[in-house]
């Protein structure tokens, strides 16, 4: 690995900017937080995107030369070549060329992934992933998503846009997703289906959650970490829910498994790390469905980079290491230009 690369990374989140200056040994050095509050309009979320990065900029203790690029790891669709998002639910983007104005800005080459597979990236270089060619990084939180590293390469797809696991069906006649699709995976290895399912059987009065101290059977309480914590401190109730949803994500895992043969798939996400039955019950589900040679190769892990890694990850695209390089396609005012 070149010595002393920097490059800024940032993750556009629904709630939260987060920016740093990622050095190429994957550490962040000093880091600016500001919130989202897309509710303000995309404009006003461009501005508080543009500060981050001139905040880093201004408080990093290197040389301007010595940064090679911003990466933005963003949620939704996106089209890397074009460093636009497509389409953003939790923002309430559609067709916004962030990266065109973060090049126009600062001069400095642009690149912009999907947040899971920015995410990917950070564990492949740093963490759970490193030294593998086949890895794959699967993220269960509000929805759930995946980054596919194969043969020592980012799947990314014709615009970007590979990856999307939690729109796998699992169920072709089962509900309608959000996405066009029927039973897709999202819709019952979710956050958001955790939760869900939890309050339709509260409100049934089929279920009583005994989880911390009864405070879970309310309203905002009913969230899929609070559940995950009930679980794992032994409520019935929330094992049943937990459990059931680690078996649709070792289905669909089962699938992902059949079509990369991964050394080893990485789990992240807050929904992930709140408990440890998930994970155990997905792996159950995929030793009993995948072709038995795959399964006895593949490992299991989980994350272990932290809540930086989308930003460490898309900075991380920019650096080369044991002779390799992310391919991905960078955004440049010099590409913007020619246009
Ligand atoms: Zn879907």
Request: charged letters at 15%; aromatic letters at 6%; a negative charge.
């Amino acid at each position: 690995m070149a010595r002393d690369e920097y490059a800024i990374g940032l993750d556009l989140g629904g709630t939260k900017i987060l920016a740093g200056l990622v050095h190429s040994s994957g550490k962040m050095l000093g880091q600016t937080l500001l919130p989202t509050a897309s509710q303000e309009g995309a404009e006003a979320v461009i501005d508080r995107v543009l500060a981050a990065i001139e905040g880093v900029l201004a408080t990093a203790q290197v040389e301007r030369r010595s940064v090679r690029g911003v990466g933005i790891a963003s949620a939704g669709v996106i089209d890397s070549a074009a460093a636009e998002v497509i389409f953003a639910g939790n923002l309430g983007w559609r067709n916004v060329p962030i990266g065109r104005l973060i090049a126009d800005r600062f001069g400095l080459p642009v690149r912009l992934m999907n947040d899971a597979n920015a995410a990917a990236v950070a564990e492949w270089m740093w963490g759970a992933g490193k030294g593998t060619q086949n890895m794959i990084y699967v993220t269960v939180s509000t929805g759930v998503g995946a980054g596919i590293i194969s043969g020592g390469q980012l799947v990314q797809g014709a615009e970007g846009g590979a990856g999307e696991f939690g729109h796998i069906s699992i169920d072709w006649n089962g509900p309608l997703c959000g996405c066009g699709n029927r039973g897709c995976l999202e819709l019952y290895a979710s956050g958001t289906a955790i939760e869900k399912l939890a309050r339709k059987q509260v409100e049934a009065g089929e279920l009583v959650l005994a989880g911390a101290g009864g405070a879970l059977t309310t309203g905002e309480a009913l969230t899929a970490k609070a559940i995950g914590e009930a679980a794992l401190a032994g409520d019935r109730a929330c094992i049943e829910i937990v459990e059931r949803a680690g078996f649709y994500l070792g289905v669909g895992t089962t699938s992902l498994i059949h079509l990369f043969n991964p050394e080893v798939i990485v789990f992240g996400g807050g929904v992930m790390n709140a408990s440890s039955i998930l994970l155990a019950e997905a792996e159950k589900s995929v030793r009993e469905r995948c072709i038995p040679s795959m399964a006895n190769q593949v490992k299991f892990a989980l994350q272990q980079v932290g809540v930086e890694a989308g930003a460490v990850g898309a900075a991380g695209s920019f650096f080369s290491w044991d002779g390799q390089e992310a391919n991905l396609p960078i955004f440049s005012r010099k590409l913007y230009c020619k246009d």
